[in-house]
């Protein structure tokens, strides 16, 4: 191939995937595109995704059509060199580099860096793509306060290069296109990160820990209107042998719909799960949502943030319901504890059902989870919620009552090992002080893997957070 193509392979999009849907190409053969451009949509069993190209050019071909699975590592687009003079940012310290021209520490040392991850595979270069791969570099001295880290301008900023002279260093130029992407993704200001890599070069941990900072509370996003979806139409005159029906429809399962029942096989086939449930009288908490919302209209926790800070204060207190179940190769067996809780919670969009989880949430107060619970459901809404975001819960509530149904049989999030779910809340008779009154009732189910802990303990964590419910301000006194 001649060395003026660059290929750009579809990288692994999530933690250990192997393929994805191409869902649509944003580019088409002749166009100009540059370093950072959206070039495709693809759909992986986590999120939908914007691919941007780490290359700047002429496209020459498109590996793939509208609707195909491609496998990773597989060749995604394939891309003629732009001139020099129209050479990307990211493209330009490199090149300045190699041609002989004098070069800042800084931008050398930041521009090994990314040859280097691009090769290896760090994981730093393609953000959220887990990508197999080597060290991470360490900062080696303090940042300059004259190097600034700033979003990729429209035009380049680097002036073209005279023999002889020294290229300012500017890191911008060699920070990864989907570094900058998912910063602007998440409304994370680049110039506020300290970056951890060589010359203090902003890596992909850099922004994640920014992402996973305690943010202002950020209204969810309304549901869009469900297309429908994608359904292949059955051969003319197709009989289903066995009902002698003629078959309607044939639709592929892939994307997250292929995840969800994936993994709800694992958990029914590897997971010997019991069940507990009881009804509570949720009138106590109601009323003082109730008042607490006449106080700050605007500024009032969620009933789901209450019921989560409930939730995490329980299972600091039954801490084997917050574990994970492990077996080895050699097969022997360990339960493993987490010095913190990721709570998970379900979600449901137009791609299918997600489950965000709220990192270190054993530290929040109910608004901060609150706050936390809308941002999550917008981007799982969106589909731009991270691997990270949808794969690191510890234990999952899931608020099944907004469905119009008092109860469940849950089956566990794998690899989790429980699962809270909280019905409707309707007006029922209960008995209170020995008379008969109407009160607002709903039904907690507890679903856990036997193996980690007994009923005993199931119950007692049940019953603290049932008891939470039915007497908040005290509650939340001790907590």
Same mark, same amino acid.
């Given at each position: 191939m001649s060395s003026d193509m660059q290929v750009f392979k579809l990288p692994d999009l999530g933690e250990g995937l192997t393929e994805a849907e191409l869902v649509n190409w944003l580019v088409a053969v002749g166009d100009e595109i540059v370093v950072d451009q959206p070039i495709a949509e693809v759909e992986t069993a986590k999120s939908m995704v914007e691919v941007p190209s780490p290359y700047a050019g002429t496209v020459a071909e498109l590996h793939g059509e509208a609707g195909q699975t491609l496998d990773v590592g597989k060749p995604l687009i394939s891309i003629a060199r732009a001139g020099a003079a129209s050479g990307s940012p990211a493209a330009a310290a490199p090149a300045a580099l190699s041609s002989g021209i004098e070069a800042s520490p800084a931008v050398d040392a930041a521009a090994e860096t990314y040859r280097t991850e691009e090769k290896a595979g760090s994981g730093n270069v393609l953000i959220g793509y887990g990508t197999p791969g080597g060290a991470t570099g360490g900062r080696t001295r303090p940042r300059k306060a004259s190097v600034a880290v700033v979003d990729r301008p429209a035009e380049p900023v680097l002036e073209p290069a005279v023999a002889g002279t020294r290229i300012p260093g500017k890191l911008s130029a060699v920070i990864s296109p989907l570094v900058r992407k998912m910063a602007r993704d998440h409304g994370v200001s680049l110039d506020s990160i300290e970056g951890s890599g060589a010359s203090g070069l902003i890596m992909r941990r850099d922004v994640e820990a920014a992402i996973s900072a305690p943010e202002a509370p950020v209204a969810a996003a309304p549901i869009a209107e469900a297309p429908a979806p994608a359904v292949a139409s059955a051969a003319a005159g197709a009989v289903d042998g066995r009902t002698g029906l003629a078959v309607s429809a044939r639709t592929p399962v892939r994307g997250v719909r292929k995840a969800v029942a994936a993994n709800m096989t694992k958990s029914r086939s590897e997971i010997p799960e019991a069940t507990v449930w009881v009804d509570v009288d949720a009138t106590a908490l109601l009323e003082m949502r109730a008042e607490l919302k006449?106080?700050?209209?605007?500024?009032?926790?969620?009933?789901? /943030?209450?019921?989560? !800070? +409930?939730? @995490? =204060?329980?299972?600091?207190?039954?801490? /084997?319901?917050?574990? !994970? +179940?492990? @077996? =080895?190769?050699d097969g022997s067996q360990e339960i493993v504890g987490f010095d913190g809780i990721n709570l998970g919670f379900a979600a449901q969009t137009d791609r299918g059902l997600v489950v965000p989880s709220v990192r270190n949430a054993h530290g929040m107060s109910a608004r901060e989870l609150d706050a936390e619970i809308r941002r999550l459901t917008a981007v799982a809404r969106d589909g731009k919620a991270t691997p990270t975001e949808l794969g690191s819960g510890t234990f999952t509530l899931n608020?099944?009552?907004v469905f119009g149904v008092d109860g469940s049989a849950a089956i566990i999030n794998y690899p989790e090992v429980a699962m809270l779910g909280v019905g409707r809340i309707i007006d029922k008779p209960w008995v209170v002080n020995g008379e008969l009154a109407v009160r607002k009732v709903t039904e907690l189910t507890l679903a856990f893997d036997h193996r980690v802990c007994d009923g005993e303990t199931a119950a007692g964590f049940l019953r603290y957070v049932a008891d939470a419910i039915e007497n908040p301000g005290g509650a939340l006194a001790d907590m």
């Open positions: 006449k106080r700050a209209p605007h500024d009032t926790p969620g009933l789901l /943030a209450f019921i989560a !800070r +409930f939730v @995490t =204060a329980g299972l600091k207190k039954y801490p /084997a319901l917050n574990t !994970r +179940f492990e @077996t =080895a190769a608020n099944y009552g």
